[in-house]
């Protein structure tokens, strides 16, 4: 009987012990953390634009329609070709043939065939943007919408960015482990979200141009900026 009670007693030792040295690996082994963040903004000037064109029209027949159609859309091309607008920043992105009802004594009935066009544009030249829509407000009864302002190479723009909110997420890392008495040792993992935006204002400017009325001013379209940002998030280990 003591025989087996001595046993079992060293058995609890030997467990004791070793939940005693795993806990101190355990403790060992703890890494402390810190988790910071940090957004940087770099300003950069616009280079090109992008506008979209749509004409549209109706007539008895689709045939006839399209033809109609066809004709306004040459004359948008070709002033857009005169202005120095190449071929590869020209691109379709709408086509299409379509009847057209109206309602009559609550009955619906077919008033014509309509033929719609939509041609997207890029302008490499921002000086020739104003000028170039004037020429295009030329033809009559044609919707320009979405004229959007960016840069063509933002990678460098991006970088920069990129380098001051790592920067700034470092010295809020160091600021916090300074007052805590630590300090910052290696990075553990950075994730990032990046974007663009142009506080120019982009909402569709639409001309809808019922008559052949030349305008009295040129166009002006004030170019703004373009902001990058890089916000990351990044986790440095702590001693």
Known sequence: MNKKFRISAAVVVVLAVAVLLTGCATSQAMVRTIEVSATAEVTLEPDIASFSVQVSEKADTTKEAQQLANEKMAQVLAT??????????LKTTGLSLRPSY???ENRQQLEGQVASQSLSVK????????KIIDEIGEVSNITLTSIILDKENKEEGLAQ???LAVAKARQKADLYAEEAGLAVASVVTISEYSNATNPYNARAKVMALASEAAYDMATEIPAGTLTLTSTISMVFEMR
Request: glycine letters at 8%.
């Open 123 to 130: 302008v490499r030249t921002l000086s020739d943007l104003g």
């Open 102 to 104: 109206v309602w009559v």
């Open 161 to 163: 960015a990129r380098r």
């Open 80 to 89: 857009l070709r005169s202005n120095g607008i190449e071929e590869r920043d």
